[in-house]
């Protein structure tokens, strides 16, 4: 499986990058909880060995903001919230003030995940997406930042793997 986003030479690795994958979406929440909401991904590749994820910011992250965003993505990890979907129009799940990646084309009807308490209804991310998911956030394993770099003006690189 190869989607130019995730790559999987069979079951085995399909079940890592899934995982990857999913804590792609938390990571995200996690930069922007942190850093704010002018953050936005700026690309993305997930292989069995790790994730990467680019993102809009303009300066080196401090030791201290990373582990705030390895904690907060392994808080949500261990709460063991349900990773479900809707499926909803575009401009809809727009609305729904989703998390989308700018440079990618969507169908008209699209699935909308999120990875929330379904006891308390708090939401931990909630982006547009297509690919494959968890159903809970504890089978992602405990996320840890490996690499934290530019690779341009304005964009940084985060490589993560789960444990």
């Known amino acids: 499986m190869d989607t130019g986003e995730l790559k999987a030479a069979n079951e085995e690795e399909l079940k890592i990058v899934t995982r990857l994958h999913t804590a792609t979406h938390l990571l995200q929440s996690a930069l922007r909880k942190t850093l ?13 060995e790790r994730l990467r994820f680019d993102f809009t910011f303009d300066r080196k ?31 809809e799940a727009i609305k729904t003030g989703a998390l989308y990646f700018e440079k ?19 939401v931990f991310s909630k982006e547009l997406c297509g690919g494959p998911h968890v159903s809970r956030t504890s089978e992602l394993g405990r996320f840890k930042i490996t690499k934290e770099e530019s690779v341009g003006a304005g964009v940084r690189r985060i490589r993560a793997i789960v444990e």
């Open 36 to 48: 704010g909401d002018t953050v936005h991904q700026a690309g993305s590749d997930i292989t069995a």
């Open 61 to 91: 992250l401090t030791p201290e903001e990373i582990k705030e965003i390895e904690d907060w993505v392994n808080m949500v990890v261990q709460k063991d919230v349900s990773m479900g979907y809707k499926e909803m129009p575009y401009e």
């Open 104 to 122: 990618e084309k969507y169908p008209a009807v699209v699935k909308v995940y999120s990875a929330a308490d379904l006891k308390t209804g708090e």
